[in-house]
């Protein structure tokens, strides 16, 4: 009785307004699936474009560049004050003037994701405000307005701050998260990357992030829209390419640290720690999704620490290069997966738990020996302890591979020295990181 006594009470005037409102939303997910549609078919002819023809070729390009980087001398034992000891590094991290040269690390990248950019060629914009309260429009000095805008950016952090989201931040085209020079903490909700190219995330803390159900945000300054429920993922890829992810540190989200899925490709995943999770990377989220044949994803120079159990990554399809990390704990298993990917695997330390049942650092997923025996799975140079093993496999996979192919890795030996300093760093402006 008292609801209907409310809506009698209306003027004509607020019902008018709530019909039009009303209709306007409806109008507006049609709207919403024309232009995510748009943008996907434009996504499409980026990944190709960021396709490499020949990845083994990509990936001793890769394997060079580490051992002409690297020598007993540069990997002696660490005295400090700075010491860089991958190329990666190398590039950017013992100069005292790279707070103000922060658009140096766009050179910096390797394997797959080379060609990343991100904000270089925008202005800095720099984070003052840790709040995220307007998902329409957002203030600018927020974090969601510098990610959302159509213009390249290389953005920055005023101070130490946590960014605690209301919604998954949809990152757009042309971006730079570059924490380094403050402690950032990013929680409570995902990065999305959908349907863009050129993205760096570099130097933050990500965790704690929740599935939330969504609602009106914005991705760009020109378009706002209805998104469904997010899964609480660290850091979400979708059919994207051209992205580099260094230099983070991941812990306790609901989903995965880091999905990529639905043919993104040009992705490097380097010097980042990983702890306290189950579901640690996902490459290719369905096998209904043969465009992940396209994804390509060097792993590399990451501490894969405690609290983990498996999927470190778990792989569909693509070609995936996984080299020099270091696997210290796992409960389930390291490297898996299903749907025929190559997955090539160099100079990593696999340290494998005490659990007899879990001495194998690889998992073929729903998949009998009759199938996967032809799937290529390499092993080289990697070191295996405490009964750790790898079971290799292959076979063709559009070509065959053998041993030749492969320009060998840094061996796993040096692997402790390699990921040494993985994870976010306390770089302070003046002195080198």
């Known amino acids: 009785m008292a609801g209907s006594i409310a809506v009698v009470a209306r003027s004509p005037l607020s019902v008018l307004l709530y019909v039009l409102a009303t209709a306007a939303a409806a109008a507006n997910v049609t709207s919403d699936e024309e232009y995510w549609a748009q943008r996907a078919e434009v996504a499409r002819s980026n990944n190709r474009a960021a396709y490499v023809s020949d990845p083994v070729a990509a990936m001793n390009r890769f394997n060079a560049d580490v051992l002409r980087a690297t020598s007993r001398r540069s990997l002696r034992r660490y005295q400090g004050p700075c010491m860089a000891t991958n190329p990666i590094d190398r590039c950017w991290r013992c100069r005292g003037d790279w707070a103000a040269d922060r658009k140096r690390l766009a050179q910096c990248a390797r394997g797959f994701g080379h060609n990343t950019v991100g904000g270089v060629g925008g202005k800095v914009y720099v984070v003052t405000d840790a709040s995220d309260d307007d998902l329409i429009r957002p203030r600018r000095g927020t974090l969601r307005w510098g990610a959302i805008q159509d213009r390249p950016l290389w953005i920055v952090f005023a101070r130490d701050m946590i960014v605690t989201l209301r919604q998954e931040l949809i990152v757009n085209h042309n971006k730079t998260i570059d924490g380094r020079g403050a402690q950032v903490h990013i929680v409570s909700a995902q990065i999305t990357l959908q349907n863009v190219q050129q993205v760096i995330i570099h130097g933050v803390h990500i965790h704690h992030s929740a599935p939330h159900s969504g609602g009106m945000i914005r991705d760009s300054k020109h378009h706002y829209g209805q998104r469904s429920r997010s899964d609480g993922d660290g850091i979400s890829v979708l059919s994207s390419s051209n992205v580099w992810v260094d230099h983070v540190s991941m812990y306790r989200c609901s989903d995965g640290l880091i999905d990529v899925v639905n043919g993104s490709t040009g992705i490097t995943i380097s010097n980042s720690h990983f702890t306290n999770h189950d ?30 159990v498996q999927r470190m990554p778990r792989c569909r399809y693509g070609f995936f290069h996984v080299v020099n990390n270091d696997y210290t704990h796992w409960i389930m298993y390291a490297i898996g997966g299903n749907k025929n990917p190559t997955i090539i695997s160099q100079g990593n330390r696999f340290i494998a738990p005490d659990d007899p049942n879990a001495k194998e650092v690889t998992k073929r997923e729903y998949a009998p020996y009759s199938e996967y025996k032809d799937w290529v799975w390499k092993s080289q140079g990697d070191v295996m302890m405490n009964g750790a093993f790898f079971n290799e496999s292959g076979g063709q996979n559009e070509r065959k591979y053998d041993q030749l192919d492969f320009i060998p890795a840094k061996h796993g030996s040096y692997v402790g020295q390699l990921t040494q300093f993985a994870g976010a760093l306390k770089c302070r402006v003046g002195k080198p990181c």
């Open 279 to 308: 579901h640690v990377m996902l490459f290719g989220a369905s096998n209904d999704n043969p465009q992940d044949r396209e994804m390509q994803i060097t792993v590399s120079f990451n501490h894969f620490g405690k609290g983990l």
